[in-house]
C-alpha cells in the first residue's frame, strides 16, 4: 500500500510518500506561505501518487477531537493566515481519501514508537527543542490528546536565580519555549545557536532548563524513555549535560531500572531526522484502516 505523509511546518512543508513498513519512495519540501498559495502545491503533488491514505502531522495548536465541529483544524496559532484552516477537510475533499491528522511532534514520537527507539514501549515522550518546543506522549500504548493535545512546551519555569532574561514567549514568559526554544537562545545571547558552540555558558544554562522540564515530565508521565529532537539538540554537548542534571534534579528519589542508565532512557532519535515523516506515514495507515472497518460493518 502507499501512503502519502505530510509534515506540515511553520516553515516549510514536507511531503513524501511511503509503504507501510515506514520506507520512504520519495519526498519534497515546499515553503509554508499562505494557505491560498501553499495548499494548492501540496494537494497538486499528492493527486498523482496514487496513495490510499494521508496522514498529516502538523503545527499547531490543533482541534483533534472528533466529535467536534472544527475537528482538523488548525485553531490560535501565531501564524494568522493558518489560523482557523481546516487542513483535514481541504485533503479529504482533495483526494477523497482517509486523512489521519495529529500534532507534529506527536507524529515523531509514533514514528519513533512504530520503528525506532520507542517501539514497544507503552509509555515514551519526545521533546523537540527549536523554532518552539514541543512534547509528543505515548501513554498507555496510544497517543495522548486528552482535552486537545499536550503543550507541555508551554509548562511554566520559574527562572534560573542568576537569569534576568525576560523569555520570548508572547504568552508566558516563562515558559520552557520561552527560556529555551531557538529564538529565545537567539534573542539573550544575540547569536543563533549554531553560532555560540563555543560558549559553554549558553549550554549549562539551556540544559538546566531542559531537565527541569525533563525531570517534571518524569515525575508526572513516569516515561520508560524520552527522546530529545530538534535543531537546539544537534549542539552534542546538550544531550550528556540535560542527562546529568536530571539525575541531580530526581536527588536518588526515583529508583527504576530505566533511570540506573540515563545514556539508554535519554537519548537523540534514532530515525536520522525522519521520526516525523514516518509517524504521518503510521497517521495514514492508521486512517486507512479505521476507514475500512467502517466500510466492513
Known amino acids: ?58 503545527f499547531g495548536p490543533i482541534d483533534l477531537d472528533k466529535d467536534s ?43 519513533e514508537s512504530t520503528w525506532g527507539c520507542a517501539k514497544g514501549l507503552d509509555t515514551a515522550i519526545y ?12 501513554a498507555g500504548g496510544r497517543l495522548l490528546h486528552g482535552m486537545q ?22 504568552y508566558h514568559g516563562h515558559c520552557l519555549e520561552g527560556l529555551a526554544a531557538g529564538p529565545a537562545i537567539e534573542e539573550r545571547w544575540g547569536a543563533k545557536g549554531k553560532d555560540l558552540a563555543d560558549r559553554p555558558e549558553v549550554w549549562e544554562l539551556e540544559a538546566y532548563y531542559l531537565a527541569y522540564a525533563v525531570t517534571n515530565y518524569i515525575l508526572v508521565l513516569s516515561p520508560k524513555k524520552i527522546i530529545l529532537g530538534g535543531g537546539v539538540m544537534h549542539q552534542e554537548q546538550l544531550i550528556t549535560m540535560v542527562r546529568d542534571k536530571v539525575k541531580d534534579m530526581l536527588a536518588g528519589y526515583l529508583h527504576t531500572r530505566e533511570l540506573q542508565d540515563m545514556d539508554s532512557y535519554i537519548v537523540l532519535p534514532s530515525l536520522d531526522d525522519n521520526q516525523g515523516i514516518m509517524g504521518a506515514l503510521k497517521l495514514g495507515m492508521d486512517a486507512r484502516k479505521e476507514w475500512e472497518e467502517k466500510e466492513s460493518k
Open 1 to 58: 500500500m502507499r501512503l502519502g505523509a505530510l509534515e506540515a511546518g511553520g516553515t516549510k512543508m514536507v511531503c513524501a510518500v511511503g509503504t507501510e513498513d515506514g520506507k520512504i519512495l520519495e519526498r519534497i519540501s515546499i515553503p509554508t506561505e499562505t494557505p491560498k498559495i501553499t495548499m494548492p502545491r501540496l494537494l497538486q503533488y499528492f493527486k498523482d501518487k496514487e496513495i490510499a491514505a494521508l496522514g498529516i502531522g502538523c
Open 69 to 111: 465541529d472544527t475537528y482538523g483544524h488548525i485553531l490560535m496559532t501565531p501564524k494568522l493566515p493558518w489560523r482557523g484552516y481546516d487542513i483535514c477537510g481541504y485533503f479529504r475533499e482533495g483526494l477523497k481519501i482517509p486523512v489521519g491528522f495529529d500534532t507534529d511532534v506527536n507524529g515523531s514520537m509514533l514514528g
Open 127 to 138: 521533546i523537540t527543542v527549536g523554532t518552539g518546543v514541543g512534547v509528543g506522549v505515548i
Open 149 to 170: 493535545h499536550p503543550e507541555a512546551g508551554h509548562m511554566l519555569i520559574p527562572p534560573r536565580k542568576d537569569d534576568v532574561y525576560a523569555g520570548k514567549c508572547p
